[in-house]
């Protein structure tokens, strides 16, 4: 991407396609900061807090120990303003990391075209990977997600803590901010389909598992999820700062927890979907849109087979990537030993070329001496025979 403050030669014209590019975390900054001077004013306080305070707050009460009630959310059709504003955000951290962070070290790496968009790619998604994982690891510690059973018991769960509902608003927020990246990046629209792929991918499970209230599983498959991917952008990066050593282990380990999470996904997914929301009496069994239950049957076995699909098709694409990797390994092996074989024929033939010619110019000496010489150093050669 063309990060904040970055100039070229001339100054493209306000409002242009350039000048947007160049200067858009500014402009974006300064949507965002609408918003937030909105909060100080009291007509437009009312407005800017459903954009920027997350919205459908219950009062619960709270536990003996606490002097005040705990505030807890649920999902609600409100969130989708958080969403469009914390997608601003996004926006303007995108920028601040590219620029602060990955631009100054492709300085010192120097590297090419190619590898300069892929190590961008991977910085930024590793940022993202590495918050999410240490935000979701936090939740479930402080929710106590780390038995089995709570995956189903209590379902719907309709209320979630702040930092809870903050966690997904945050993560619709930053899979929608890749569509308007692509056209701060300018990416090229062979290299769009990639990104629109798995930014749809994270979205079409994120968002009806928020909606649904299956918020406790999905936080388990993202922390698995994530923490697969950040080994494997962070082993990315070390091969691009040529620390090739260190990546290819990290490399194998990657491969090896990928597999491993593929596998933990379908068992979480089986024990929650098949097994654990099953146990539901049967009259709670069904599509109930105002108390949030969609613990039916047919919507179990959907989401079931969503999963089971999404993860089929990942370990799918990365046996297939093996495959190619071997294939060209094994190419590559074949040609270098060919390029070996070539080098010592060549060699061979040289050696016995120069054996030959020092020969004839032995030969052409010893012509050049008297017939005496010559006689006497034909029979110093049977003797030596």
């Excluded at 937030?36 to 437009?44: C, E, K, Y």
Aim: charge should be positive.
């Amino acid at each position: 991407m063309v990060a904040k403050g970055r100039k070229s030669g001339k100054n493209p014209p306000i409002f242009s396609h350039d000048f947007v590019i160049q200067n858009h975390a500014d402009i974006v900054a300064c949507v965002a900061m609408v918003f937030v001077l909105g909060l100080m004013f009291q007509v437009s306080s009312p407005i800017a807090s459903v954009f920027i305070a997350l919205q459908h707050n219950i009062s619960a009460p709270a536990e003996a120990s606490h002097l005040s009630s705990l505030t807890l959310y649920s999902p609600g059709v409100k969130d989708a303003a958080a969403v469009f504003f914390y997608l601003l955000i996004a926006v303007v951290m995108h920028a601040i990391i590219q620029e602060y962070v990955l631009d100054k070290v492709n300085k010192k790496l120097h590297l090419s075209k190619v590898k300069h968009m892929k190590f961008n790619e991977s910085g930024q998604l590793l940022s993202f990977y590495l918050v999410s994982l240490i935000w979701a690891g936090d939740i479930i510690y402080r929710e106590n997600l780390f038995t089995l059973s709570s995956l189903w018991e209590g379902y719907p769960h309709n209320t979630m803590t702040f930092m809870f509902k903050f966690f997904f608003i945050i993560q619709i927020s930053y899979w929608l901010h890749i569509f308007p990246e692509l056209y701060f990046q300018k990416v090229k629209k062979e290299d769009m389909g990639a990104k629109i792929q798995y930014a749809c991918l994270y979205l079409a499970f994120i968002v009806p598992a928020y909606m649904m209230r299956f918020t406790r599983v999905t936080i388990i498959l993202l922390f698995i999820h994530y923490l697969v991917e950040g080994v494997y952008h962070g082993s990315r990066l070390l091969a691009y700062a040529e620390r090739s050593g260190v990546a290819k282990k990290i490399f194998k380990l990657g491969d090896l927890l990928f597999v491993l999470a593929r596998f933990a996904s379908v068992i979480l997914a089986v024990l929650t979907y098949w097994y654990g929301l099953a146990k539901a009496p049967v009259e709670q069994q069904v599509l109930d849109l105002p108390t949030g239950n969609f613990n039916t049957g047919l919507i179990r076995l959907n989401c079931l087979v969503a999963v089971c699909l999404l993860q089929a098709w990942l370990m799918w694409n990365f046996i297939i990537f093996q495959v190619q990797r071997m294939r060209e390994q094994s190419a590559a092996q074949m040609s270098s030993a060919a390029i070996a074989a070539a080098r010592a024929k060549k060699t061979q033939q040289e050696r016995a070329k120069a054996r030959k010619e020092k020969k004839e110019l032995k030969d052409e000496d010893e012509d050049e001496l008297p017939e005496v010489d010559q006689d006497t150093n034909k029979s110093l050669r049977q003797r030596v025979k």
